[in-house]
């Protein structure tokens, strides 16, 4: 009885199930880092190469766009060279419930232009671009009750009784009691006055 009770041989393999624990436990998060480093497009080497693939195609096709803040409700500005990294531009501060109401662009490629709208309660606020929607340049306010076109093209957009002007322009028809539309070449803003005020309609 003693002899049994002073029998050791069996202390060999409680160390061995513990090396072979730690060993299974070891192994399996091998396999989970070995399965995010190998995991189709979505492991660490597929999206590494997606990135470097995105890298070596690099056109720097620069575009902005206007994106709402779901919390707020409000319109921000935001560009990118590739879809995928967006950025903030360098522009005015104003105040937390501006948004932006409308982008137009007049696609030159000698003499490119993008306008931005800023609204406020009744403050409006012009802006232009010149590098693509980087940096932009607050240009005139004005106040207005409601704005119904805001475009870069021809008259054809506006109503019938607002007035013609030839060619493409930057275009904003706007209510201050009483309706003016204001045209542009997008480097000279003007705020019509009754002079010039273009027909009601």
Do not use: C
Request: aromatic share 10%.
């Amino acid at each position: 009885m003693k002899h049994i009770l002073s029998d050791r041989s069996g202390e060999g393999h409680i160390k061995t199930a513990i090396v072979i624990i730690i060993a299974v436990v070891i192994g399996a998060l091998l396999l989970a880092g070995l399965y995010q480093l190998f995991a189709g497009e979505n492991g660490v080497i597929g999206q590494m190469d997606s990135e470097i693939s995105a890298m070596m195609d690099y056109t720097q096709e620069l575009r902005v766009e206007r994106t709402r803040n779901e919390e707020t409700g409000v319109y921000t500005l935001r560009y990118s060279y590739d879809g995928k990294h967006w950025n903030t531009p360098e522009m005015p501060t104003y105040s937390s419930t501006a948004t932006v109401y409308g982008l137009a662009d007049n696609n030159s490629e000698s003499d490119p232009i993008i306008a931005a709208l800023i609204r406020d309660g009744n403050l409006s606020y012009i802006l232009t671009s010149t590098d693509g929607g980087i940096s932009w340049e607050e240009k005139l306010s004005f106040s207005a009750g409601s704005i119904s076109h805001f475009y870069f093209g021809t008259d054809d957009q506006l109503p019938g009784t607002s007035g013609s002007f030839s060619g493409e322009k930057f275009v904003v028809r706007y209510s201050s009691g009483n309706y003016y539309t204001m045209i542009s070449n997008g480097h000279t803003w003007t705020l019509p006055t009754w002079s010039d005020l273009i027909p009601l309609g």
